[in-house]
Structures are given as structure tokens and as C-alpha cells.
């Protein structure tokens, strides 16, 4: 059966994973189209903001869809199976390293809209609050590291992140507030005035 390229943007996710297991490269760059952006900003935060090294972990995330695309069970969403793998091979680069203690940490620029709109101060004070909140993030342990990252950067729901980390949806709700209350603590000095 022969496709155009506007029926593969027609199809979900779960059928295009059925096609790249019958060799389909179209379904492949649908997919990719659709997902390379997400996970490549989720290992960016994920490697500490390394982007070379988030290039490679997308580039060898999509060779690991490809080639493991049959061990994909298409009763369940491919949004949580494809954000599992790329856990798993986050988890593994963070055994991968012998001293894990303190991830290092690169001065990266905000991203603002209306960064023209702001006064002087203002930008100094937001570039201030989001450096900090980068290193904060960069202290916290993996485990609560990720589940911040997917939550409130993926906006992914409690329910897909306990999947994805193999956990309940109470661990999940555990470790958020356990993550916030850490972050909040750090940061309280940017708490805005009433």
C-alpha cells in the first residue's frame, strides 16, 4: 500500500510504530518530526544542558525506536514507552560515571519573548533566578531531577510519569514535593513581593 506524506501525519503514533517494524522510513521521519524537538530538549536538561551530548542521545534514541520497535506493545501510548527509553539510557549514563555527587554546571542564557519589554533590573534579576534554578536542578538527585524535568518541562501527567519511571503515582506525587520543597528552599530569596 502506497502513502502520501499527508496520510502519515493522518495516523497516531501507535500505527507509525507498526510501520517502522515492517521497514517503513516514512513512518520513521513522521516520527521523528514529531518527537525529535521534545526529546531532544528532555536530555538537554537531562545531561546538564550538554548539547552535544543531547544530539547524541536523541540521535541514539531513534536507532534504539528503530531498531527495538517490535518490542513496542501497541495497547499502551508511544509518548510514555519512547520517554522510558530515554530514562533508561539517562539512568544508565548517570551509573556510567564514577563521581556523581555534583553535576557541573555552564551559564546558558534565558529564553524570554518580551526579554525587550523588561527593565534592565528585571532582566538581570529573571537571568539571576534562572540561573539558580538551573543549578538547583543540576544538585538535585536523578531521581528528582527527572520527575521535575517531566512534569513541569514535559508537562507530562502523575500517571505517565510513574510508568515511565516504574513507580506509583503516590512514589511520583512523594518525590515532587519532596523535589519542590528542596527547590523552594534554595530559591526562596526570589520569592516576589505581595
Known sequence: MIMNINSYQQLTDEKLV???????????????GRYSHRMLMY??????????????????LFVKVIE???LFDGEKRFSTWIYSVASNMCKNEYRSREVRKILAYTDQPIDTEDEA???VEDML?????????KEELSLLNEIHREVIILRYQ?????????EI??????????????????????????????
Open 154 to 162: 514535559e508537562e507530562l501527567s502523575i500517571k505517565e510519569i510513574g
Open 43 to 60: 536530555f538537554f536538561r537531562m545531561l546538564n544542558y550538554n548539547e552535544e551530548k543531547a544530539q547524541d542521545f536523541l540521535h541514539d
Open 117 to 119: 519589554a523588561y527593565r
Open 68 to 70: 527495538k520497535s517490535s
Open 165 to 194: 519511571m516504574s513507580c506509583s503515582e503516590g512514589t511520583i506525587k512523594s518525590r515532587i514535593f519532596y523535589a519542590l520543597k528542596k527547590l523552594a528552599s534554595c530559591l526562596k530569596a526570589f520569592k516576589p513581593e505581595p
Open 125 to 133: 534579576q529573571m537571568r539571576q533566578f534562572s540561573d539558580c534554578l
Open 18 to 32: 507498526l510501520l517502522i517494524t515492517r521497514g517503513d522510513d516514512k513512518a520513521c521521519a513522521e516520527l521523528y
